[in-house]
C-alpha cells in the first residue's frame, strides 16, 4: 500500500465538500470544552486526558480512534456520564450536563442487556422510567425492534441471541428513548469480522433513517473510515486530541469503497498518526529471535533478513 | 457407537451413563451397609447369646464381645458345665438394613409404646415448624440487608465488619440467654436457627449483590433509571436466580442448626425423638429418623431446584 500514489486524505470531491459544509451548518448537539482527567494510581497521578476540545453536529457521525491506553474509553465514559472529569465542561445542546441521563443513549462493548428481559422488556426498560404508559411503550418497543430487524425475536431471552442481535437490541434500547446523542463504546469490537461489517452496515442504515448524532468509539482503522463523517484522532499518554479528520469518502458507503484511493489516503494518515514509524534499535526489539526448526528437505518462506 | 471418556475433565456424560451412575450413589453406601450386616465373616464383632449354658451370668439375648465369648467358653469346656450357644451379630448400633426399614415403616404405623412420647412425623412436623419460622424471620431481615450492603458501600461499611465478628460466635453459645429472654417453649429454638443463619444470610447474600455485572447498573443509569428503579429494577431482578440458589444453600445450613436448637429448653422435635430412641438402644428407630431428616431434605432441595428452573427461565445452564 505504501508504495501506491495516493492522493492526500484533504482532498474533498465537491460533494463531500458541499455535504461538509451543510453539516458544520447544523446546530452543535455535543460541545467538549477544555475536558481534562487524571487518575490516582500507584505509581502516582496519571493523565489520562488532555484539553479534549471538540463539536458534534446534528446527525453528524464521528468516530474517535487512537492507540490503546488513549483514554477513548475514558473519554466516552465521561460523556456518558458515568465518570466525573478532573476539567472542563460537556454541553448538550449547550446546558452543561452532569450524570448519567436518557438523552445520551449508551451502547457498550460487553453486552449489557438484562438477562431477565426479553427483548422486548429489555427496549421497553428505558421507557417505562420515564413514565410512559405500558401500552404505548409496548408499541414503540416494537417499533425500534423492527427497526433492527429483530421482530421474530421480541420475545426471546437474550441468552437466545447471537453476539450481534444481542448489540442490534442495544441499539435498539438505546434509541428507544429518542436520545439527542448515541455514545457508542466499541460496540462491535467482540464480534467476528463477518458479523462486525454487517453490523457497520445496519448501523449506517439506521442512522440514516433517524434523527440521532452518533459518538462511536473504536480501534479498527476501517471501521472508523467506513462509519464516520469526522474521525478524532486521540494520542496516548496523555490522551490528547492529535487531529481531526474529514473523512473524504463519499456517502452512500459501500464496502467497495473500502479499496477507493479516498479510503486508502485516509487510512495512510491514520496510521501514519496511530502506528508513527519508529526508531531503528526498538525495531530491532520487535523482531523475533527465531530458529528454524523445519525439516531440511520442506518446502518453507525464506526468512527476511 | 463411539466409546465415552468418562475420565475427560468436564465433559457431560450422556444422561443414560449419568441417571445409573446417580443410583449408584446412592446403591454402593446401601450395598456396603448391606454386606457388613448380611455377611458373618465380614465384621460382627460380637456375640448375641441364644442358650447361656454353664455361664452364670449370660442370660439370653445378650451381647457380648466375641473375644470374651471365647474365653467363657473355653472356661465352661475345662469345667464340664453345658456349652452355651450364641451367634455372630454387629454392635446394637449398626442395625441391618431391613431392621431400619421396618423401623421406617411401624413409625408410621404403630403408635408409639409410652404415651408420652411422639410419633416420627410428629417430632418432625414440629421440627419443621422451628426451621420455618427461623429461616422465614432470618430471611426476612437478611436478604434485604445483604442487597442493600451489596449495593451501597455505605450500608456494607456500616453493617458488614460488626456482622462479621458475630457470626463467628457460635450460635449455640446464645442458648442459656436465648432460653431466659424468651423461655423454654419454642421461642429460643426459633432465636438459635436465627442467629446461625441471619449473620451468615447476610454476608453471603451481600457478596452475592457484589458479583452482579457492574455494566448492568451503568447500562441503567444510561436508560435514565433513577435510584429505587436501579435497586428494584436492576439489582433485585438481576440477582434473583442466584439469590435463590444461596436460600437453598442457607436452609441446608438452618437444618445443621436445628439439632443444637431442638436441645435447649423443652427439648422436642425430631431431635427430641433420636436422643430419646437412643437412649432405649433403638437404634433402628434412630437410623429410621435420621434418614427421615436426609429424605426430607433432599425432597425438598429437589423440588426447589425445579422450581427454580420454572422460575428463571432466562438462566438456562447454571440453574442447579
Not at chain 2, 460466635?169 to 436465648?178: K, Y
Amino acid at each position: 500500500m505504501t508504495n501506491l500514489e495516493l492522493p492526500s486524505y484533504l482532498i474533498q470531491s465537491d460533494a463531500v465538500r458541499t455535504r461538509f459544509e451543510r453539516l458544520k451548518e447544523r446546530e452543535v448537539v455535543l460541545e467538549v470544552k477544555g475536558l481534562g482527567k487524571e487518575f490516582d494510581s500507584a505509581q502516582g497521578p496519571v493523565t489520562a486526558l488532555k484539553d479534549i476540545h471538540f463539536k458534534a453536529h446534528r446527525r453528524e457521525f464521528v468516530c474517535v480512534i487512537g492507540p490503546s491506553g488513549c483514554g477513548k474509553s475514558t473519554l466516552i465514559r465521561i460523556l456518558a456520564g458515568l465518570e466525573n472529569a478532573s476539567h472542563g465542561q460537556v454541553l448538550l445542546d449547550g446546558k452543561p450536563v452532569s450524570g448519567p441521563g436518557p438523552e445520551r443513549g449508551m451502547v457498550f462493548q460487553g453486552y449489557t442487556l438484562f438477562p431477565w428481559l426479553t427483548v422486548k422488556k429489555n427496549v421497553m426498560f428505558g421507557l417505562l422510567n420515564q413514565g410512559v404508559g405500558k401500552a404505548q411503550a409496548e408499541s414503540e418497543a416494537l417499533q425500534w425492534i423492527d427497526l433492527v430487524g429483530l421482530e421474530r425475536f421480541s420475545d426471546a431471552y437474550p441468552h437466545e441471541l447471537s453476539g450481534g442481535m444481542k448489540q442490534r437490541v442495544a441499539i435498539a434500547r438505546a434509541l428507544a428513548n429518542q436520545p439527542r446523542i448515541l455514545l457508542m463504546d466499541e460496540p462491535f469490537g467482540a464480534l467476528d469480522a463477518q458479523t462486525r461489517a454487517k453490523m457497520q452496515a445496519y448501523l449506517l442504515e439506521i442512522w440514516k433513517n433517524i434523527d440521532i448524532t452518533v459518538l462511536f468509539i473504536t480501534h479498527d482503522l476501517d471501521e472508523a473510515i467506513f462509519l464516520a463523517d469526522r474521525i478524532l484522532v486521540l494520542k496516548a499518554n496523555p490522551g490528547e486530541v492529535d487531529e481531526l479528520i474529514e473523512v473524504p469518502v463519499p456517502r452512500p458507503r459501500n464496502f467497495d469503497q473500502l479499496i477507493s484511493p479516498e479510503f486508502l489516503a485516509t487510512k495512510k494518515r491514520l496510521e501514519q498518526l496511530i502506528h508513527p514509524p519508529k526508531e531503528e534499535d526498538e525495531v530491532s526489539e520487535d523482531k523475533l529471535h527465531m530458529i528454524r526448526m523445519t525439516r531440511v528437505g520442506d518446502d518453507v518462506e525464506d526468512i527476511e533478513a | 457407537m463411539a466409546t465415552v471418556d468418562i475420565l475427560a475433565p468436564r465433559k457431560p456424560l450422556p444422561p443414560r451413563l449419568s441417571r445409573g451412575l446417580t443410583v449408584a450413589s446412592f446403591l454402593l453406601p446401601l450395598l456396603v451397609w448391606a454386606a457388613v450386616s448380611y455377611l458373618p465373616f465380614l465384621w460382627h464383632p460380637e456375640r448375641e447369646i441364644t442358650v447361656p449354658g454353664g455361664v452364670s451370668y449370660f442370660k439370653e439375648g445378650m451381647r457380648i464381645d466375641a473375644d470374651r465369648y471365647a474365653q467363657e467358653l473355653a472356661q465352661v469346656r475345662e469345667q464340664g458345665l453345658p456349652l452355651p450357644e450364641a451367634k455372630k451379630v454387629n454392635p446394637i448400633y449398626l442395625p441391618a438394613p431391613h431392621e431400619v426399614a421396618t423401623a421406617f415403616y411401624t413409625a408410621f404405623t404403630e403408635a408409639p409404646q409410652m404415651r408420652s412420647q411422639q410419633w416420627l412425623h410428629e417430632s418432625l412436623w414440629h421440627s419443621i415448624q422451628v426451621i420455618f419460622w427461623g429461616f422465614t424471620l432470618s430471611s426476612l431481615i437478611g436478604v434485604p440487608l445483604g442487597i442493600l450492603c451489596g449495593t451501597y458501600n455505605a450500608v456494607s461499611r456500616l453493617n458488614e465488619p460488626f456482622i462479621e465478628f458475630f457470626r463467628y460466635l457460635p450460635a449455640p453459645a446464645f442458648g442459656a440467654l436465648a432460653v431466659a429472654i424468651l423461655g423454654i417453649y419454642d421461642g429460643p429454638k426459633i432465636a438459635i436457627i436465627f442467629i446461625g443463619t441471619f449473620f451468615q444470610q447476610v454476608l453471603v447474600v451481600s457478596n452475592t449483590t457484589r458479583r452482579l455485572d457492574k455494566s448492568l447498573l451503568e447500562a441503567a443509569m444510561t436508560l435514565g433509571a433513577n435510584r429505587l428503579q436501579m435497586l428494584f429494577k436492576v439489582v433485585v431482578p438481576g440477582i434473583l436466580p442466584d439469590l435463590y440458589r444461596d436460600q437453598r444453600i442457607l436452609l441446608g445450613w438452618a437444618w445443621t442448626y436445628l439439632i443444637v436448637a431442638e436441645l435447649i429448653g423443652t427439648s422436642s422435635g425430631i431431635t427430641w425423638f433420636i436422643t430419646q430412641q437412643a437412649r432405649y438402644k433403638n437404634f433402628d428407630n434412630v437410623y429410621a429418623a435420621i434418614m427421615m431428616i436426609g429424605i426430607i431434605g433432599l425432597v425438598t432441595d429437589l423440588i426447589l431446584a425445579r422450581l427454580g428452573k420454572k422460575l428463571f427461565p432466562w438462566e438456562k445452564s447454571r440453574a442447579h
